[in-house]
Every structure is written in structure tokens, then in C-alpha cells.
Nanobody
Framework: EVQLQASGGGLGQTGGSLRLSCATS????????MCWFRQAPGKEREVVSC????????VYTDSVKGRFTISGDNTKATVDLLMNSLKSDDTAEYYC?????????????????????WGQGTQVTVSS
């Protein structure tokens, strides 16, 4: 059974940093794209960043480019999201998700509804 578990959210300050981690089980990182999404109250879920763990390719949505870094550990089967220079707009529930037979570049373009497996959300709140 594939399971994803997100952790690391919490309260951050504007300009500060937080690191999220997604632990997986029941799956390998072969032929899969791993992504982080977020959903703010009253807004639709949006993709933040994706990685192809098998080759390290990574992509980001424009609003987080230069501030967030996604990384994967194939040995531990984890995917992290390092969030620097936090802004109030980063406040949201963050989710990790997996989609098979897609690259990161493909995964970032498709609807979140097409992702098969999700971790539970982890709340990130950025305050000034």
C-alpha cells in the first residue's frame, strides 16, 4: 500500500525559512514524479514544485522560484521542500503527491485531480 506522510509545517516568520518533508512507503522512486501542492482557505489547490527523483529534474511555480527548493532522497524515499524568504502568501496547507509515469515537467502542468496518491496536509502559517 502506497502511503505518503507530510511533516514539518508550522509557524514561520516573513523572510524566514521552513522545511517540509514527505516520507513515502510502499513505493519506489522509479518512473514517478513527486510534487508539493498547497491550498489556502477559499482557494483551489495549486502546485508548488515537482521533482523527478530518478534524475533530479525539478520545476517550480513562478511564485516560489528562487525561494523554494525541492529535493529527493532516493535511498530514504523522501522528498523535502525547503522554503526560504517566506511571505504571507505562502500560508496554506501543504500536501505532497505522487504521479506515476510522468516527469516533473509534465506533472507540474496537469490538474491536481490526476494525482493518485496524497499525503495528509501540513499547515504552514507565515506571520509578520
Amino acid at each position: 500500500e502506497v502511503q505518503l506522510q507530510a511533516s514539518g509545517g508550522g509557524l514561520g516568520q516573513t523572510g524566514g525559512s521552513l522545511r517540509l518533508s514527505c516520507a513515502t512507503s510502499g513505493m519506489t522512486f522509479d518512473d514517478v514524479a513527486m510534487c508539493w501542492f498547497r491550498q489556502a482557505p477559499g482557494k483551489e489547490r495549486e502546485v508548488v514544485s515537482c521533482i523527478t527523483p530518478s534524475n533530479g529534474d525539478r520545476v517550480y511555480t513562478d511564485s516560489v522560484k528562487g525561494r523554494f527548493t525541492i529535493s529527493g532522497d532516493n535511498t530514504k524515499a523522501t522528498v523535502d521542500l525547503l522554503m526560504n524568504s517566506l511571505k504571507s502568501d505562502d500560508t496554506a496547507e501543504y500536501y505532497c503527491a505522487a504521479a506515476w509515469q510522468l516527469t516533473a515537467a509534465q506533472a507540474i502542468r496537469i490538474s491536481y485531480k490526476r494525482f493518485e496518491y496524497w499525503g495528509q496536509g501540513t499547515q504552514v502559517t507565515v506571520s509578520s
